[in-house]
């Protein structure tokens, strides 16, 4: 073994090709970006509860022409770039970009991805692009205002928006998605073919299985957006008019309606490609917690697989009152609703790993639960807006806004957290602080069902999404004190938050040395040093059994098995 | 070889809209030379005949999402069904 | 599954090189990419009311004459292959840059012929047929460009004798790529220039 010369510090920590630096370049990028996405949401929450007027101390800053009041002109940027960074800047670089590059090599027992330079140019690629996003803010006219959505007419006309912040919101997204790709083909090459010896697919973790199928849904359908706003993009400056009809298009022929096709033909896997590394991260963490292997596997994983399917077949869901055919509305509802039987599948082999489990509350478990008792409500509210009849009611409304904030910003954003407080030991080999975890947990549980559950019953009462102003409706004076509730509400989460930041950055510095495995975990990451070496193993582990060998009643020294124990080759299950 | 038939394909393709057949044959015609020339590239330059047939399932997948997806659009895009109903 | 056993082995998926994987992968991704905007453009013109007929517009025997520059290009793309699993570095080196040629030529012609009809006022906002012409055969350019590129950087590679009848996955992979942005072509010809 010849010695390494050692690489320079820009080749170590900024242009790396180790996953595990590559990880930690994601995470920091997208906990950024997931401040400024709640800045954003704050700013809104304070318009809803004090419509135009002027916002407390950061106002004057923000909005200087207007006397630190939210303009509606302003209104429309801040729910577009609110839910596009959330989305694109925040939670993907959290949970696939980060979670996925640090424990897919070391939970499959690889030295790195499979092509560890592409791993690199894809981290470059999401920071060029979320530059360029921050760059829209301070061009004239301002970050975009169409929503995340990006419907057309309006964002293909340049009539409305004129603002090249519009354009750049379309290239930020376009880099990011180029940026996803390139980590797709990573992932799923090296889940599927750098395994170690005797790691089969029936003993991958199921935090790997999420970030599988979220890669596989990623790489069939980002492209199909990109192409979407590459269109777009042409009918913006270009003079083309695929999206623009009647006086808006220089020519006939276009047609509006693809356009949301196209958009929701990703936008519906976009939302599983954001929960599906939750939803094997939580089945791991409860099967480690409750120390009891997680029950129901098979099923669970094909579940998964099932709902990966099923979602690239149900995007018509979003557009049930687009004035789409609704005989194809109807199939749509049909195969909307058929998703919530794997996913009722997999949630109840949750509950099952947990009866009867040693359960250990540590903070992960915290959030871990967390998940299962937010995503309960999410998904089953996500039946209601699956029924044509139904939609046509609340689409548009708060209802859906708490919907899918129940299962985006509760359940993904606790999923975020549980992978954080989880995986921080092994990444900085320092652990966090248990009891400012705790209180982070308590204090967001609280204000997030404060802030979301009455948002549903906003929405029942017919309040409409993305208005500035719910009192210039008559029939919405009488709830308006609910936004102003739901506003006092999104603060207190928004501190709580706080919480979480200054553990994470004390505990960086100041943490506790960790050993090797904290959390008794049996999958092949936890068999290394906190933090691993620089290439993970120095030769292939060997595997013998799944990741969730817990409570082996026949082993008689301790009462689980970590995956490369050659004691398991004698267990009866695989 | 292969190459022989993807330019015979192509001469054949050229030659049948330059001599103005009738637009159905020319469609059905054009349909099937153009999927024929495409499963050979991929058959033979790319080898996926002497591939194992795991690795059909690659290109399949999309191939059949792809057709799904553009099937769905028809009845608003193309038959504009709304309208008429 | 014999348990004794299961812990010697490699379990990869599929039986191939890791990079023929990655590639296959990306060409998933691309494959989409070219539905969203094929998809795109048989749905917009399956419901416009009105069409070009063949030939109106387009210089059906130039993109002919591409489409058989284009297969051409093909068969040195699995010549050289051929040649590198040989061992034969010459015939590798012509074929690639013969390739390489081929699919500049390709350009060219195509270049040529966008600048003619641009001048005739068939331009990218002139008609929708026009909008979805520039934008599908652009894309496929910019994808062939990408190609002929990653071929002159293997021109490169093979000069410094890097690959070897043991040593020639590159190749492999990159003609899949050639290869695909063949098939992309041969369909493009026929929906757009043919019917």
């Not at chain 1, 492209?223 to 009647?246: E, N």
Request: hydrophobic share 55%.
């Amino acid at each position: 073994m010849t010695t390494e010369t050692r690489l320079p510090f820009w080749r170590r920590y900024i242009f790396s090709t180790n996953h595990k630096v590559i990880a930690v370049q994601y995470l920091f990028t997208g906990i950024t970006f997931l401040a400024l996405g709640g800045l954003m949401a704050l700013l809104i929450r304070w318009q809803l509860a004090y419509p135009w007027q002027p916002v407390p101390f950061i106002g004057k800053l923000l909005f200087a022409g207007s006397g630190g009041a939210v303009t509606p002109e302003a209104y429309p940027m801040l729910f577009t770039m609110h839910g596009g960074i959330m989305v694109f800047f925040a939670i993907t670089p959290i949970l696939l970009g980060a979670l996925g590059n640090y424990t897919i090599p070391l939970e499959v027992g690889a030295r790195d991805m499979a092509f560890p330079k592409l791993n690199m140019l894809s981290y470059w690629f999401l920071f060029v692009g979320s530059s360029i996003l921050l760059v829209s803010f301070l061009v004239p006219g301002g970050a975009a205002g169409f929503g995340w959505t990006i419907y057309a007419p309006l964002s293909a006309s340049t009539e409305v928006l004129p603002g090249w912040g519009q354009d750049l919101f379309i290239l930020g997204l376009a880099l990011d998605a180029v940026s996803i790709l390139m980590g797709g083909v990573n992932y799923i090459t090296t889940i599927m073919q750098l395994r170690a010896p005797g790691l089969t697919l029936r003993r991958l973790p199921l935090t790997l299985w999420g970030l599988f199928f979220s890669a596989v849904l990623n790489t069939l359908w980002l492209p199909i957006v990109a192409s979407a706003l590459f269109m777009v993009l042409c009918d913006r400056r270009l003079g083309t008019a695929f999206f623009l009809a009647g006086p808006l298009a220089p020519h006939t022929g276009g047609q509006v309606l693809l356009f949301q096709h196209l958009f929701w033909g990703f936008g519906h896997p976009e939302v599983y490609i954001l929960i599906l590394p939750v939803w094997g991260l939580v089945g791991d963490l409860l099967s480690v917690f409750a120390r009891k292997p997680a029950f129901g596997y098979k099923a669970t994983v094909w579940s998964m697989f099932a709902i990966t399917i099923l979602s690239g077949i149900v995007w018509g869901h979003h557009m049930f009152t687009s004035g789409m055919n609704p005989l194809v509305g109807k199939a749509f509802m049909v195969l909307t609703v058929t998703v919530s039987v794997p996913t009722a599948i997999f949630f109840l082999n949750w509950l099952g790993t947990l009866w009867r489990g040693a359960i250990r509350l540590t903070v992960p478990m915290l959030f871990t639960l967390g998940v299962v008792f937010v995503f309960a409500i999410g998904g089953l509210t996500g039946l209601f807006n699956a029924l044509q009849t139904f939609d046509v009611y609340i689409h548009d409304t708060y209802f859906v806004v708490g919907h899918f904030h129940y299962t985006l910003a509760a359940s993904v954003l606790f999923g975020t957290f549980a992978f954080i407080y989880f995986w921080f030991p092994k990444i900085f080999g320092r652990q966090m602080n248990t009891r400012l975890g705790q209180l982070h947990f308590w204090c967001s549980f609280v204000f997030l069902n404060a802030v979301f559950s009455v948002m549903m019953f906003l929405g029942l009462h017919g309040h409409m999404r993305r208005i500035a102003d719910a009192t210039a409706y008559e029939f919405l004076k009488p709830v308006q004190h609910w936004n102003v509730f739901i506003g006092w509400a999104a603060l207190g989460l928004g501190l709580s938050q706080l919480l979480f930041f200054i553990n994470f950055l004390y505990s960086l510095f100041k943490g506790a040395p960790t050993p090797a495995n904290p959390w008794d975990a049996g999958s092949l990451a936890w068999t290394v040093s906190s933090p691993p070496p620089e290439h993970n193993y120095a030769t292939p582990p060997r595997v013998f059994c799944g990741p969730h060998e817990y409570g082996v009643p026949s082993l008689t020294n301790g009462d689980w098995l970590s995956q490369t124990d050659p004691q398991a080759a004698k267990l009866a299950r695989s | 070889m292969i190459y022989g038939w993807l330019l015979g394909l192509t001469l054949l393709e050229v030659g049948v809209v330059m001599a103005g057949w009738p637009r159905g044959a020319i469609v059905t015609l054009l349909m099937s030379t153009a999927l024929a020339k495409a499963l050979l590239i991929a058959l033979y330059f790319m080898h996926l005949k002497f591939d194992r047939r795991a690795v059909w399932w690659l290109p399949g997948i999309p191939l059949l999402f792809g057709i799904i997806f553009v099937g769905a659009l028809f009845p608003d895009v193309v038959w504009h069904l709304v309208q008429r109903m | 599954m014999d348990r004794a056993t299961s812990a010697e082995v490699e379990v990869p998926l599929l039986d191939i090189p890791t990079g023929k994987f990655g590639m296959w992968v990306f060409l998933v991704s691309e494959i989409m990419f070219f539905t969203g905007l094929i998809g795109s453009y048989i749905v917009l013109r399956l419901g416009a009311t009105s069409w070009p007929k063949p030939g109106e517009i387009l210089n059906t025997p130039l993109l002919g004459l591409n489409t058989l520059v284009l297969l051409s290009s093909s068969l040195t793309m699995a010549l050289a292959l051929h040649a590198a699993q040989q061992d034969c570095q010459g015939a590798l080196k012509r074929n690639l840059l013969l390739t390489a040629a081929l699919g500049t030529s390709f350009l060219l012609i195509k270049g040529y012929d966008y600048v003619h009809m641009w001048h005739k006022g068939f331009t990218i906002s002139s008609s929708l047929f026009g909008s979805c012409y520039y934008l599908l055969t652009g894309f496929h350019g910019l994808h062939v460009l990408s190609g002929v590129i990653l071929l002159v950087y293997l021109w490169a590679a093979a000069s410094r004798g890097v690959f070897s009848a043991a040593q020639y996955g590159r190749i492999e992979y990159s003609g899949l790529y050639w290869h695909f942005i063949d098939i992309v072509w041969v369909v493009l010809f026929a929906i757009l220039c043919l019917v």
